[in-house]
């Protein structure tokens, strides 16, 4: 009887508030990544949602492209019960749960090819060896001319005095907002684990990642880079703030 009143759609729009706490600009990227799968591949793209969580980026796909689909993946248990309900009977779109580290993990995606692969804030939790045998998996998924976007935290170690004083700024306005009920990782986490539907998927997704993962935050142009080498034909940064960038790689 829980799992039918669960309110998915609060559930995802409470994890939207929270990542909003930490990127206030996190529309602002979403918009960009939009307008250039609609640029680049057109109205109605297969896509594929890497490290989906809640499902944030497919939920703006089907938005803005009605006529799309899209395939969700990712590993965490209690992201994907939230991502699964609040779809559920939409025929548009498909959850994987599949770990990016295992070296089979695309055999588990019901497509062959896509056109649009999307991420945003998640791939940080992966080491960059790790990240760029990942990039090496996703060129053989997307169709000639298919494009892949990272949106993800990217520091520029070259302005080490701009980075401090952006990253004060930021935190300060966080501890504002925070001081006025937003909710922080910790929080959500807490709420989740107390929710009756909620609390096992949140139990088993802390025995997969504990508190945080300890991956690493490579540049934008470590990104660009990593791309072109392993098979993209064209990769830059579309967008970018004092802390994190879009980067785009197309096939």
């Known amino acids: 009887m829980a799992e039918t009143t669960t309110d998915w759609q609060a559930w995802q729009e409470s994890w939207d508030r929270q990542q909003e706490w930490y990127m206030p600009d996190r529309e602002e990227r979403f918009r960009v990544m939009l307008d250039m799968v609609e ?3 057109g109205p109605t793209p297969r896509v594929l949602d890497l490290a ?6 497919t939920d703006r796909v089907l938005r803005r492209f009605p006529d ?17 309900g609040h779809f559920a009977g939409d025929d ?4 994987v749960t599949a770990d990016l580290k295992d070296p089979e993990w695309t055999s588990a995606l019901p497509h062959d090819t896509y056109d649009a692969v999307l991420t945003a804030t998640a791939l940080h939790w992966m080491h960059s060896p790790q990240l760029a045998v990942v990039y090496g998996q996703l060129a053989p998924l997307l169709r000639e001319g298919g494009v892949f976007m990272n949106a993800d935290h990217m520091p520029d170690p070259a302005t080490p005095r701009l980075n401090a004083a952006e990253r004060a700024h930021r935190h300060a306005a966080m501890d504002r907002a925070r001081a006025a009920g937003a909710l922080d990782w910790a929080d959500w986490w807490a709420l989740a684990a107390a929710d009756p539907v909620l609390a096992e998927p949140t139990k088993r997704r802390y025995e997969i990642y504990g508190e945080h993962a300890d991956g690493d935050t490579p540049d934008a142009a470590w990104h ?8 993209f034909a064209e990769a830059r940064t579309v967008w970018r703030s004092p802390s994190d960038a879009l980067v785009l790689a197309l096939k």
Do not use: K, N
Request: proline share 3%.
């Open 224 to 231: 660009e880079r990593t791309l072109r080498e392993v098979g």
């Open 52 to 57: 989906c969580g809640t499902g944030s980026i």
């Open 92 to 95: 548009r779109v498909a959850f």
């Open 39 to 41: 640029a680049l591949v």
């Open 68 to 84: 799309a689909t899209s395939t969700g993946v990712d590993l965490d248990p209690a992201l994907l019960t939230i991502a699964r």
